[in-house]
């Protein structure tokens, strides 16, 4: 070694070892070289020795040649000299801590927490752990349903994670060590995964066990004795249910040492109980699936909560209590139709109505005016009576939208259930009245409620009627308005618009009311305009008319594309229920659900009348819990109409968010959880314990506060690792090749003397 | 209720009232179509007869003067029900013209072709089945069953009658639920055919009155069939309908 370093001067001191590397470049010539060119060399050039008399002359030509092949095939296997400096490797162990909120239940009978038990073992044991860690690198972990890196310092270990996963966790922790000489695990843990059922154990964990390959070492923290609980494990209910559908839900209570006895569970919106149901515990008997039904009459998101009864004896309270969020949303959009005389209008848009899969339609013709004689015995005829009691008394509020298409309402409806259209509407209900020459005047709407409702006012006029060819003009101020977007690029919008067909005939006499859109109008040169598509307000509901009946001419006729048509009606639908795409003040929240210490964002658009955004706008948010405000901040709209506001909320619950704003007001509800998954799986699971013990040859323990873990004896092989090295090439270098040729020059010398050419 | 929400009623008024006044410009209007090399006008009384029959027993306001229309005449697009009638062969439509016909029923247009010839596989047929089958290659003519609402959509009906029963049905050729082209054999413009002194035109063969009063049911039937469509498929009073037809048993 000393020559060596001396040769190549380098420091002997830099490296304690050194070898040889050979790295032949093509392996099969020096493979064929060596078997069959060298051998049938050798041996002709033996025979061209003949003539040489001298037997030790030819042996150490032979000789020379050789050696000259051997030189040769050296520098063909390219040899190199590595010096290099090699020091030894520890192995790992890996200490895996549960620091899931579960170890904070309690253990009877000496009522000490379960990660306390850990602590106190990992205390009694601090002698042998700092022991273990001079012989192995020990790698401490807190792990739940992730894995984190930290010190044996038990200072920072706390129970206050909110879920637990160990397929994760062995996953990852196989990851860390691979390529790496992983000798133990040592697995402090109460074995309450939420992923796993009782006495199961998954593939998932099965696989990265094997991952793992090394023994895992479990200690049981806590144990299943004198546990007492009763607790909502689980509630599986869709995130959104329908207004006036039932929403079941299916419960899955837990019950530990409560002996025999009925509980009941209780699901309430706010404080009011909407539905319950008695539980029969059994004590030989912990898992209870209970089903629920409830009928929500109200839309929008809607927070309701589960409770059990609480008892004095149970270890964890906070578990017999659980809320959830329905976004209660219409299912379908319920529509009136009354048309007073089948028409084409009248035709073209129940066709709409009853294709729009989002519609349930009730649709009412007028087959046979006052003074028809059908010729007829009524049992000839599939005409009934029509039920207005029914439809304007009992089942009013349940239709989402009325419409009166060219419908007189006498002698049909009774005059006192105009009054109730009003206070439907009034109340957040939707009314449409579609021309001809049934409606408004025709169909003596005036100073009627009706008159009330809708967006006009009724003027006498020597005609109610004028028919003419006319393409509507479109209220510049209003191309953004809902009802009229026919195409969501502006300019297109326009261009349809602009392509309709004509209509034909137009219902004259009306004078729109100072609030109202007028979005179309029929202009009669500059004698006179007319609205012709007018929408409005009253009360919380939504109104609007159409001043004509041959809007139908927009589907039917060749030009213009007929699926504006259904674009339209469908504009008018979506409007007239104030689909949330339609309101001026659109106000939401970045999610429906946060968990604690999320941050919470709330934004809001606000458009003009026109539709346009409503810039520099200021307007005030208030945000409440369910006791008190706790936020009230005045903000003002940028350039898109919009504002955006977040913040962290300090306490978990049901929050409301209410913006007041250029008159409008808008409300948002969502709720900050606080989680207690960890606490609705609360039993110590030790069958998944012993399973990983078992499979990954380790072994399990139940801690008891006294555990000595100086028994654990782990492996610990010798593992060299190079840390750094210095090659030398020993064949291409002068003295290689001038060694060849001066073997060769002799060669030829010798050969020379001996008169060989 | 609410089980059945998707329903049309149909309100049958037991009272005794006023017409109201009409615009005019909404009315029904009953269009002839005009063709080539046949008679296009067999009924020429026909169409008029039916509409006063609809403006007397219906609130369906009507234009009692029918008009006469080819296919290729801009004003089809204005009138989405259209009438079709003839008693002998005439020359195949152009390919524009079935290409108008095609798009004038695929928008929502409704053609009611009647054969007044009275005969079985007449030349009027011939032409019908040939047109038909240009016109919707893949959807042949086929029976119009008994449920089909057009046998409920004002009377109760059973039975398709006409001037003469050539054929106890009707045809028609149905897309996309909606029936856009119904085909009687039995010269329903003959029998609801009338003078002006309000004499019938021409006689039924077989049944008399009563024939005829069910053929002007069917040709009432027909027009709110395309006015109403199949309300009566959806009726939350189904029921009450559907005992009503078992009870009524149409001669």
Known sequence: MSFLTKFFEINPKEYDKWQINWAPEDPWLISIALGLIIPCALWFFWTSLRRIGSKPKKVFLLFLRIMTFALLIIILLRPELEFKKSHLLKNYIAVLLDNSKSLSIKTFPKEISRIDLIKNTLEFNKEYLEQLNSKFIVDTYFVSDEIQKTSLNLKNYQSNRLFTDFSGVFEELGSNYENKSLQGVLFFSDGADLTEEPKEISEGILKSLAKINAPVYVFQAGNNDQFKDLALESVSVSDFGFVQQPVHLSVKVFSSGLGNRNVTLALKEGNRILVSKIIEIRSDKKYYKVDLQFTSSKMGKRIYTLNLPRYAEESILSNNQKEFEINVVRDRVRILHLNGRPSWDSRYLREVLANNPRVDLLSFFILRGLGDNVAAPTSELSLIPFPSNLLFDDYLSSFDLIIFQNFKYEPFIDKKYLLNIRKYVEKGGSFLMVGGELSFQGGNYSRTPIEDILPVNFKETDSWFINQEFRPKINEQLFNHPILRLEKDLQLNREVLASLPPLQGANLGLVAEKDAYVLAEFENGSAFAAPIIVSGEFGRGRTALLATDSVWNWRFRKEGGSRYFHQFWNNVIDWLIAEPETLRLQLESDKDRYLEEQQVLIKFKLLHKNYQPASGITGKLTVSSRREEIIAKELTTDEQGEQVFSFLPDQAGFFKARLEIDGLEEEVMFSVLRDNAEFEKPLVNDFILQKIAEISGGKYFLLNDVNDLSRLQFDNPEINNKSYNRSFSLWDNWWAYGFLVGLLFLDWWMRRKAGLS | ?251
């Open chain 2, 1 to 251: 209720m609410r089980k059945h929400f998707s329903i049309i009623f149909v309100a049958h008024l037991l009272f005794v009232g006023v017409a109201p006044a009409t615009a005019g410009y909404s009315d029904l209007t009953l269009p002839r179509i005009i063709y080539k090399g046949g008679n296009d006008n067999a009924r020429p009384e026909g169409l008029k007869s039916l509409l006063s029959q609809i403006a007397r027993r219906t609130s369906v306001e009507v234009k009692r003067e029918p008009i006469a229309l080819k296919f290729s005449d801009p004003k089809l697009f204005k009138y989405p029900f259209i009438y079709l009638g003839g008693d002998g062969s005439f020359d195949p439509f152009s390919d524009e013209n079935i290409n108008t016909l095609r798009e004038y029923l695929s928008y929502g247009g409704f053609l009611f072709i009647d054969d007044n010839s009275a005969e079985p596989e007449s030349g009027f047929d011939r032409s019908i089945r040939r047109m038909t089958t240009r016109l919707f290659p893949q959807t042949p003519l086929r029976n119009i069953p008994r449920d089909h609402s057009v046998f409920r959509s004002f009377y109760l009906l059973n039975t398709v009658s006409g001037r003469v029963i050539v054929k106890s049905y009707m045809e028609g050729i149905t897309l996309k639920g909606r029936t856009v082209l119904m085909y009687s054999a039995n010269d329903q413009a003959g029998a609801w055919s009338r003078n002006k002194l309000g004499d019938w035109n021409y006689d039924v063969i077989g049944g008399g009155y009563r024939q005829r009063q069910l053929s002007i049911r069917l040709g009432i039937n027909i027009i709110l069939y395309a006015l109403t469509l199949d309300y009566k498929k959806d009726m939350v009073h189904l029921p009450i309908i559907l005992e009503r037809l078992r009870r009524y048993q149409s001669p």
